[in-house]
């Protein structure tokens, strides 16, 4: 009788330790299929691309957070500068983790500026809130030499902004 009953208990065990498995592999199953809410995130856009007036003709693309620039000056009074909103369409804010700048600029005369409208410089952990638009101002320009360069001088910009969650 002892034994029937350590029998018993041995296959009640079994039985609650296969259906907990069956239970584990089913939940598993459930979340990997489940579709991940993105609404409840950051939505960062570039939108409304416009070029300053009296700015020389360059090539732009505005391609998700990553803006490209190809821009030729002939003449100290040239200059290229375009302005854009950056919107956040989610629910959370989100702040700038990672700036990414890449210039080319041989003769490394020409200068740039990425700032605010306002002219605040932009910054890693600058705060854009769900629902905000921020104007940027990026600017190709000459700075100011006391030698005057008499050769056309190209400049390519290539700048991303990365957002991370605000913790």
Do not use: C
């Not at 990026?138 to 050769?151: G, L, N, S």
């Amino acid at each position: 009788m002892k034994k029937q009953i350590h029998i018993l208990e041995g296959m009640i065990i079994l039985t609650v330790i296969f259906i907990f498995s069956l239970l584990t592999i089913n939940f598993i199953h459930t979340i990997r299929e489940q579709k991940f809410d993105s609404s409840y995130m950051w939505n960062i856009n570039f939108t409304n691309l416009e070029v300053t007036k009296g700015s020389e003709d360059g090539t732009i693309s505005l391609n998700d957070n990553a803006i490209s620039l190809q821009v030729q000056f002939d003449k100290e009074t040239e200059f290229y500068e375009f302005t854009l909103d950056v919107v956040n369409n989610g629910t959370l804010d989100a702040k700038i983790g990672e700036i990414n700048l890449d210039v080319k600029n041989d003769k490394k005369i020409l200068d740039y500026s990425l700032t605010y409208l306002d002219d605040k410089i932009i910054q890693k952990d600058d705060l854009l809130k769900a629902g905000e638009k921020k104007k940027i101002k990026v600017r190709i320009y000459y700075p100011v030499q006391k030698e005057k360069v008499y050769e056309a001088l190209d400049l390519e910009l290539m700048f991303n902004l990365n957002y991370i969650s605000v913790i």
